[in-house]
Structures are given as structure tokens and as C-alpha cells.
């Protein structure tokens, strides 16, 4: 989980600086996408111009494109991915303050997010609030006088150093951080699958596809209409 947390935040911090020197890294980008349409012999274009979009004419074409794909492809493509990652580990965010039980987080942790840390799982420890604050506190002390080499690094190995006895709530809240799951993961429901299977292939079933399913099989006409034709009378 800390390896996880520590990743999200080093992959949000490089697109964020990706987004700020947006001229450098992008025109590195449109220099190699140039070259490749050479090479294959294609073309950059770019949708026609509405009304209220205006360049100055003395502009050369081809900063008009560039222009276009760094405005309306390349930046909010950064900005959507950004969005997406603080999004969609918001909780997790959370969840780094509730590192504050591993020594190598809890000596640079400050009161504020100790006391968030409490908030969260009140309902999991057994002393007051304040008690609870007294103990991160003696247990922050007690690992400011370790060298920090020496600091265990994971939830896994604060707990085999943190003593029941002395720490309770403590060993709670590793306890707790060692059974985290990074992520979920669940058996896909047979129904959605048969939904893809049948119902996808009901609805655009034709006569081509009703002969593509048996290619090996040659089917005539004529043996259709003779086989119809003997066939038992039917009221229309």
C-alpha cells in the first residue's frame, strides 16, 4: 500500500510538471509526430475553422496546427488525466495520513493529521482521543531517537516492532494498514457475459451474418423451397 500511495503521488507530480512546461515536452511530442507522418506518409490536419476561431493570418499553416493540437488535444488531455488520478484515489489520499503509525512516516507527520488519523478510525480504537494522541506522540518519541536506516519501512514490519502491551491503539491501526488492499477485484457476473454474447448478436442479425456462421455449409435456394414446399400445410 505505502509502495501504491507513493506512485499514484510521483505519477500526478510528473504530469503536473509535464502540464506546466507544456512548450518544451510538447513540442518534443510534435517533432517525433511529424516525423512519423513522413515517414508514412500522412498528413496533419486539422478540423475546418469555425467564426470564433482566429489566428493571425501572418501565422505560417503549420503553427496553426501545432497551435490547434496543443490547445484543444494535447493540454486538456494532461488536464483529464490529472483529473483522473485525484479523482479516483482520493480515498487513498486519505489513507497516506493513516500512515502516521509507520516510524518513517510518523516523525515527519504533523498534530493535524494525527488528530484526522483518530477521526477515521474512532470506531476502531478502544481509548479516548486524547489518550490515543498521547500514544502517537510517545511513539513518534520513541523512533526520533532511532537512526532513520533503521526504521522499518512497511505497516508488516512497524507491527513486529510495535508491543501490544505497551502500544495498543497503535498496534490497531497497523493491524489495520496491514490488511489494506491496494485494490478490488471481483468474478464477473455470468449474465453480463451473456449479454455480450446473445444479445449484441440478436440485434444485428442478418441474412449475411446468418450465413457467416456456417461457412462450410452451402446452402441452396432450391432445396429451401422444395423442403418448404413439402412441408405440412400452414394457415397464413
Not at 58 to 72: G, N
Not at 74 to 96: A, G, N, W, Y
Not at 140 to 166: D, M, Y
Not at 169 to 175: G, K, V, Y
Amino acid at each position: 500500500m505505502v509502495m501504491c500511495i507513493q506512485c499514484i503521488e510521483s505519477v500526478t507530480e510528473m504530469f503536473k510538471e509535464i502540464r506546466n512546461s507544456t512548450e518544451g515536452r510538447f513540442d518534443q511530442l510534435f517533432l517525433e509526430t511529424t516525423r512519423l507522418c513522413k515517414e508514412l506518409e500522412a498528413t496533419l490536419v486539422m478540423p475546418r475553422k469555425r467564426n470564433l476561431f482566429k489566428i493571425p493570418s501572418d501565422i505560417p499553416a503549420e503553427k496553426h496546427i501545432e497551435f490547434y493540437y496543443r490547445v484543444s488535444i494535447f493540454l486538456p488531455s494532461i488536464d483529464q488525466l490529472i483529473q483522473s488520478l485525484e479523482s479516483r484515489f482520493t480515498k487513498h489520499k486519505v489513507t497516506l495520513k493513516g500512515l502516521s503509525g509507520i516510524p518513517s512516516f510518523v516523525v515527519k507527520q504533523p498534530s493535524s493529521d494525527l488528530k484526522e488519523l483518530i477521526k477515521l478510525y474512532a470506531s476502531d480504537l478502544t481509548s479516548s482521543d486524547s489518550a490515543v494522541m498521547a500514544e502517537l506522540e510517545l511513539w513518534r518519541a520513541k523512533w526520533l531517537k532511532v537512526v532513520p536506516s533503521l526504521f522499518p519501512k512497511t505497516a508488516v514490519q512497524s507491527l513486529a516492532e510495535c508491543k501490544r502491551e505497551i502500544f495498543p491503539n497503535i498496534h490497531r491501526l497497523l493491524s489495520i494498514f496491514c490488511v489494506i488492499p491496494t485494490s478490488t477485484a471481483c468474478v464477473e457476473r455470468s449474465f453480463s457475459s451473456m449479454k455480450r454474447i446473445k444479445t449484441y448478436l440478436r440485434s444485428r442479425m442478418s441474412e449475411d451474418r446468418l450465413l457467416n456462421v456456417h461457412r462450410d455449409v452451402l446452402v441452396s435456394v432450391d432445396e429451401i423451397l422444395e423442403k418448404f414446399a413439402i412441408s405440412s400445410a400452414r394457415r397464413l
